[in-house]
Structure formats: structure tokens, C-alpha cells
């Protein structure tokens, strides 16, 4: 089976049941996507499929043969950041940074989620093909992405500073 | 652990003939309610047969209705223009279940199929008939807070945890199966059986039946209609009532109205009482209310959930009121 991970073409075989987390954390060495919950309420272990959010804890590897992975390893590099990653950084968007990685994948898909007019619960307008990243439609659409240090307003800070001006 | 093994379906006859012809095999859309349920043992295939490679497409037909692939992804359904447009309480209800990214993962067809999240049901330390037919039910005496309070049995109080049923079965919406036996329509109403004694039996469909599609009919007046969901957090939890309502005034009297129910039965709830009782009547608050109270009647609350009774009937009120207000 072949997976591309971060731009690079990987072989892998697993048993049907191992899930793209386990993959990525246990058999490919890439522990930046996070184990919380797995089982799909706290978004740590959110990562980029073919560009789309996905909860990689509810994801059978093998169903994923084929498509592009993003995890938080090819989001930036350590002398690279994303620009997401650098307001995280300076808005105080983590304290203990578990959650961390979700947060920036999850953030970075919502981002073009917003761009291409798809709508949230809290759009008002459903039949609108813009709507603003305002302070009700962000939180709605990063309510799968839990913090447990609270630092949700250091991380609505960086997002907005990141992505406001284009999705606005 | 036992060996599981996994084949991707090619087309519907090639889906149907993989779970034809192995034993223990069940259908995978997403992935996002089975392969919890695998991890907890409460699902245990031993075959996984992929059917997200079926069919996506979310097409007009020719009548003015809808017709939805059972593949076609949860948030394709909510972004799709046309549901926007003339089923918005659909793409209003999508969006109220899950997170982004559930819904980018969860197919329409899994979304149906998914099931309750009655925490006794996944507790394997707990009776739960649904699980192991027989052996009883610890929610009925236990913590029922977000139980049934229609529909349920003395075996089974669990609720079908689906927003976007809800707002299928408002609309009329008739599920497209094929099978073994060949294929067939039922509306989704008649889908979900009631628990009686056999909680474990929660549909109609047949073993290797598949889901193919979900049609609307036309409904002009949907155009007019919400979706609204009560719960303990503002986002991304299972709904203690939910309202997916359609209404049509003319004149100040209701011509027509689809009403229907989530998070207090065990399947999603068409209020059709509610419906009758409304039909021809002035569009006020208090039909509004009659209505709700038609509905209710049969409602009974369990140690934690009395509340919702009440709950309900304001919910359904104030949606249909909302509802009215535009139309005025």
C-alpha cells in the first residue's frame, strides 16, 4: 500500500484496523500528530487529507491509500514556520501545545473551507458565496479542536491575524 | 485478536457480492462511528467492505427533487448550492452534527446507519439490549438524561443521534437499496424500526443490503425552513431536542407543514400529529403550541429526562413561530 505523507511517497502495510494516527505516530515516525481522545471529540490528532480536515484517530490507514498527507511535520520547518505557525507563537496561541498541531492543520483547511463560500451552523445567509471570519464563525468552525489550557483566545488571535484579511 | 480483512467496492453489484460472499462482513463508509465502535469491541467485523468509492453525486431530477449518492461526503451535501438554496434545513442540520472534520469523512449513507451513542451501549460493563440482545438495560434506572422520551420500550431507551435524518425525514426524504434480493425504495420514515424487545434490530435492511441513494422529492415551500438544535454546548454535541420544520402560511392560516423531531426517540421523530393538528389552522403562536402539545402527549420522561418534554414544546413553538415571522 502506498500513502503519500508530507509530499513523499512511503510504502506501508497494516493490518486493516491500524488507524492513519497510529500509522503516522507508531510505524512512520512522525509523533507531531497527537493521540487525545481517539475516538474523534478533541481534534489533537487532526491532519490534512488530499487538503480537507480529517480526525486521523477515525481514519482506517487503508482507506487512505493514495491520498496526500499533511501533518504538522510538513505544515513548516523548524527554520521555515508557517505563517500560522508564527502568530500561534506570537498571540500565546498554546501553553502546554498538545493540542497544538490540530489546532494549525485544523486552521489552515478552515481557512479554504471559508474561502471557497462553505457555509457554517451559524451562517445566517446559507445561500451567501462569501461569509466573514467573524467571532461567532471561527469558534463554530473550530469547535472539533479542544484546548485544555483554555488558550482558546491566543489561538482565535493568531488564526485571525493569519488568515482574517483573506477570508474576510 | 481476530484477523479482520478490508476490500474496496468497485461498484454497488461488486460491494454487494463482497458482503454476499464473506462471512461477518460489514459495510465502511467514513469510518467515523464503526472504527470507534471496532476500537471498543462493540463492533467486531470480520470483514470491512469499503463502499466510499460508490457513488457522490448529488443530482436535480427531472421532477425538481434531489437525488444524493449514499458516498457523497456530509460536508459536500451541506455545500452543495441547490440544498442551500431550496432545502436549507438540510445544509442547516449537516452542519449541526459533528465537527468539520467528522463531516468531511462521514458519507451520507454512514450518517443513516450510524449508531446511538448511549453511553451503556458502549459500556461493556453495562447491560444493554441493543448489544447483547437479552441482557437488560442499565439506562432505563440509570443515567437517562439524554434518553428517549417517544418511542422507547422497556428494552431499549436510546436515541438515534443523527441531525441530518432529522431533516431527511422532514422532507419526505425516500432511501434507494440494492441488495442480494435486488433493489428497492422505502421512505427513510419506514427505515428505522422502533426497539421494542429487540433493540438490536434497528432497521428494516436486510443482511448485505446497501444504501445506494437518498432522494428528495420537490417540496417548494423548504425553501422556508431551519433547523435548530438544543444542547449543552454551543457546537459539536449530540442535540437534547432538535426541530427540523418546513412551513408554509398563506393568508395567515398554515397550508402545509413538515415538522420533525431529534434527540428524544429512537429514530428521527416525524411529528405527524403535529403536522395534522396544524394543517388548515391560523399560523399563530398558539396553533403553534397546540400542535407541539398534539405531539408531546404520548411523551414520557425517565429519572433524568423529564425535562425535554417541556423543552420540546417550546422548541418546536419557537422554530415554527420564526418560521411564521419570515412569512409575514
Known sequence: ?168 | MRPVTYARASSVPDAIRLAETTSGARYLGGGTNLVDLMRETVEQPEALVDVTALSTDIEATRGGGLVIGAAAKNTALAGNRTVRERYPVLARAVLAGGSAQIRNMATVGGNILQRTRCTYFYDDAARCNKRVPGAGCDAIDGFNRMHAILGGSSACVATHPSDMCVALVALDAIVHTDGPAGSRSMPLADLHRLPGKRPDIETELTPSELITAVELPPLPFAARSTYRKVRDRASYAFALVSVAAALDVTDGTVRDVRLALGGVAPKPWRAWKAEEALRGQPATGASFDAAAGAELADAAGLRDNGFKIELARRTITAVLAGLAGEQA
Open chain 1, 1 to 168: 500500500m502506498e500513502i503519500i505523507i508530507n509530499g513523499r511517497t512511503v510504502e506501508f502495510s497494516a493490518d486493516p484496523r491500524t488507524s492513519l494516527l497510529d500509522l503516522l505516530r507508531d510505524h512512520l515516525g512522525l509523533p507531531g500528530t497527537k493521540k487525545g481522545c481517539n475516538q474523534g471529540a478533541c481534534g489533537a490528532c487532526t491532519v490534512l487529507a488530499d487538503g480537507e480536515r480529517i480526525n486521523a484517530c477515525l481514519a482506517l490507514a487503508v482507506q487512505y491509500q493514495g491520498y496526500a498527507i499533511t501533518t504538522v511535520e510538513g505544515l513548516g520547518r523548524e527554520d521555515g514556520l508557517h505563517p500560522l505557525q508564527r502568530a500561534f507563537i506570537e498571540h500565546d496561541g498554546f501553553q502546554c501545545g498538545y493540542c497544538t498541531p490540530g489546532q494549525l492543520c485544523s486552521a489552515v483547511a478552515m481557512a479554504g473551507e471559508v474561502a471557497r463560500g462553505l457555509p457554517s451552523f451559524v451562517t445566517e445567509d446559507l445561500s451567501a458565496d462569501a461569509m466573514p471570519l467573524d467571532h461567532d464563525e471561527l469558534r463554530e468552525r473550530m469547535s472539533g479542536n479542544l484546548c485544555r489550557c483554555g488558550a482558546y483566545n491566543g489561538i482565535a488571535d493568531a488564526i485571525v491575524a493569519t488568515f482574517g484579511n483573506d477570508v474576510a
